[in-house]
């Protein structure tokens, strides 16, 4: 920051009266950040008069906002808990190495009684006076209703561009060592605002749940954060329809109607011999659902223990729903617990070979499909990880392989033996036709009894299958990187699809330890993804945050954003022509893989594997069919079918302002992170409308801010 900014300095500003709102607990300042690329400096201001002469032009150049920013009490109030941040100036610096000064050329805040009147004893600080007031010192630890301010330092001796930067955002307070900052850890805590902590409620009702509702986050903002989170984890599931068994090969009497009056019974063949039914069933019950954390978790397991309609005999409904309904079920329990239901359901094994797998015959050995998989994608990858995620090097510099054909080979064996349930009204039998009701069977005649290679040990011989296969999923938990592997991509299916190193290893801690010494707990996996520091917070600056809304979700989010209404028959049809076609993954690598880059960046971004042009306009589309319509019609051959539609009554009661309508989607939908220049250009769109025209006005204006790239990205 320049000399000359600094003079622009009027602290009388802060002055005002602002004193009952302090005592009231309501903060009064917004502290906002700049950056300087010329000056390589970061600065923050309190002051609403700097900020615009900043912005301006007219009290430095080539500084620009970051979007940065936290709050503050302009005056003290006569509260006796608020503490004075000092604010300096340094004219020159004490370079340690050759015991001369020069100019860092940068300010410097302090909540430090002491650490203030230190500072105002070198010759190189100028003290300008108080800059605002917060709460609490960092010392004393920050509270619930108080943010982290976090401080780095950059001592500058490299390019003379001695500087420390404030932030609230801890992805990018672990960055800066990269720019040669060293973190100084938490200096100050600044207070929430009701509107910061409407805000933080949205994005946790984004990651948590199908996307923010009014009521949602008046519940949430009742709560709190982590009383919401254990509140969703005791909720009880949802249930999805038990759908009828119909023989694996279809009768031909199963056809579909070909001409109305429809009834229940008109689709025969698209009701039992494809996933119609049960697509529709995952939207309506994800828009309306009161365990929406469970039902959202359990959708990203879904795409990690990816089984697909796409093979021969999962597209019947009552298969897929047992095993979607069983990732629900145990979507809070015990990995170890989860992964053997996984390894057992039927559908699983008719997937992924599993299902009637013989011990050697002949010189016919064992398929090997399920064990490579499960170690690939289901557990612990191709490569040791550190805690952190990052592959663990040899000595050599390179990835170390976490398995090799030996392992593979040795899990094939124990794979062995099972068998589909027996159809109602037949008997057990090794080879059964495929049956998806219930768990698989074990044939211990059918079962490789010899010792196996695992993990850098052999499985006994003699074993019977579920012992073998008990010993062998507990040798795979137990493995190190199930923690870093799991947790990280949770973490890309909630909260970010480019997670810090330090986010991973700390989800990835309680992973393996609860903290009462439990592993694998996916309830404490789940809250502590939510509640970390990462995932909190109002804004979040770091380029590389957030994820592309895959497009479920992005349906599910604009349908509760406004009140909207479906019966599933729309949003299912958009998501497949957006290439998410509903437990319909193209393979068992999902729809999109979690190492996926976004082009021209390092950054992962998995769901922009399946974004392009075609799929960019599709997402627009679909929004101005669902703004610029009363009503996406019933299907007509749906029995019962409702339509899709939004609400927009509550925009259009607001058309006739349009600062105000704007504001309202603006804290609607992107919790309250919409630029000037944004608001500017909607604002002028609505108002080219006539005033008479409300309806008009807030179907325009939502379509605009449902479509802007700004919603598209969840941060």
């Known amino acids: 920051m320049t000399r000359q900014l600094a003079s622009a300095v009027t602290f009388a500003t802060f002055a005002l009266a602002l004193s009952r709102l302090v005592a009231a607990g309501e903060p009064t300042a917004t502290v906002v950040e700049f950056y300087n690329t010329a000056l390589h400096h970061y600065f923050v201001t309190a002051s609403a008069d700097e900020a615009s002469a900043i912005d301006h032009g007219s009290a430095g150049e080539g500084w620009i906002r970051t979007g940065g920013r936290f709050s503050a009490f302009a005056t003290e109030g006569g509260d006796v808990d608020l503490l004075a941040v000092c604010r300096f100036y340094g004219s020159t ?69 001695s500087n420390h930067r404030y932030t609230t955002d801890l992805t990018v ?101 494809s996933l119609f039914q049960l697509q529709r069933q995952f939207f309506v019950q994800a828009l309306g659902g009161n365990d929406q954390l469970r039902q959202r978790v359990a959708f990203a397991l879904s795409q990690i223990f990816v089984i697909s309609g796409i093979e021969g005999g999962l597209n019947q409904p009552y298969g897929m729903a047992e095993y979607q309904q069983m990732l629900r079920n145990e979507a809070f329990s015990n990995f170890e617990t989860l992964l053997t239901k996984v390894t057992l359901h039927p559908t699983m094994g008719k997937f992924l070979d599993m299902a009637n797998n013989n011990k050697p015959v002949n010189g016919v050995q064992p398929n090997e499909n399920f064990a490579r998989e499960i170690l690939q994608l289901f557990s612990i990858g191709t ?127 309680v992973f393996n330890d609860n903290g009462a010494g439990v592993r694998g707990d996916m309830k404490a996996v789940v809250r502590a993804i939510l509640l970390d520091p990462e995932a909190r917070g109002d804004v979040k600056i770091d380029p590389a945050y957030g994820k592309l809304r895959e497009p479920a979700l992005y349906l599910l989010n604009v349908l509760r954003a406004f009140n909207g209404q479906t019966d599933g028959v729309y949003p299912l049809r958009v998501s497949g022509n957006l290439l998410q076609s509903i437990y319909n993954a193209p393979s068992v690598f999902n729809y999109f893989p979690p190492d996926y880059s976004v082009p021209a960046t390092t950054a992962l971004g998995p769901e922009f594997a399946i974004q392009n042009s075609t799929t960019a306009l599709t997402r627009i589309n679909t929004i101005n069919t669902l703004a610029f319509s009363n009503q996406v019609a019933p299907d007509a051959t749906v029995f019962g079918a409702t339509g899709t539609s939004l609400n927009l009554s509550a925009l259009q009661a607001i058309a006739g302002d349009p600062a105000a309508l704007v504001a309202k989607l603006d804290a609607t939908l992107l919790h309250s992170t919409m630029s000037g220049p944004m608001k500017s250009t909607i604002i002028a769109a609505v108002n080219a409308i006539p005033a008479s025209d409300a309806l008009s006005r807030a179907r325009t204006a939502a379509y605009l801010v449902a479509t802007s790239p700004q919603f598209q990205v969840q941060r």
């Open 93 to 161: 610096a004490l370079d340690p190495a050759t015991g001369l000064r020069r100019g860092p050329n940068s300010h410097f805040y302090t909540s430090d009684a002491a650490e203030c009147a230190q500072v105002k004893l070198d010759p190189g600080w100028t003290y300008e006076g108080i800059a605002f007031y917060i709460r609490a010192a960092a010392a004393q630890g920050c509270g619930s209703s108080d943010q982290k301010v976090y401080r780095s330092y950059n001592n500058g001796w490299v390019r003379n561009d």
């Open 173 to 273: 307070q672990q960055k800066m060592p990269a720019q040669g900052y060293a973190p100084e850890g938490v200096v100050m805590c600044a207070p929430l605002s009701s509107a910061q902590r409407d805000a933080d409620a949205s994005r946790l009702l984004e990651q948590a749940a199908f996307g923010p509702t009014e009521a949602g986050v008046a519940q949430l903002r009742a709560l709190g954060p982590a009383a919401w989170i254990d509140q969703q984890l005791a909720a009880t599931a949802t249930q999805y329809p038990v759908y009828p068994f119909f023989p694996f090969n279809k009768p031909d009497s199963c056809v579909n109607a070909s001409q109305p009056p429809y009834d229940a019974d008109s689709f025969c063949a698209r009701d039992n011999y």
């Open 383 to 509: 490569v040791e990880l550190n805690l952190d995620g990052s592959p663990l090097l040899d000595a050599a510099g390179k990835p170390v392989p976490t398995y090799g054909q030996d392992e593979i080979a040795g899990f094939a064996h124990v794979f062995t033996g099972w068998s589909y349930p027996a159809q109602p009204g037949t008997t057990p039998r090794f080879n059964n036709v495929p049956y998806f009701s219930g768990q698989m069977l074990a044939f211990a005649n059918n079962h490789d009894t010899g010792a196996k290679q695992l993990f850098g040990a052999t499985a006994s011989a003699g074993l019977a299958p579920e012992a073998d296969l008990a010993n062998a999923l507990h040798d795979i938990f137990l493995h190190p990187n199930v923690a870093p592997f799991i947790s990280q991509q949770l973490i890309q299916k909630l909260v970010t699809g480019n997670p810090s190193p330090q986010f991973v290893a700390r989800v990835a801690a």
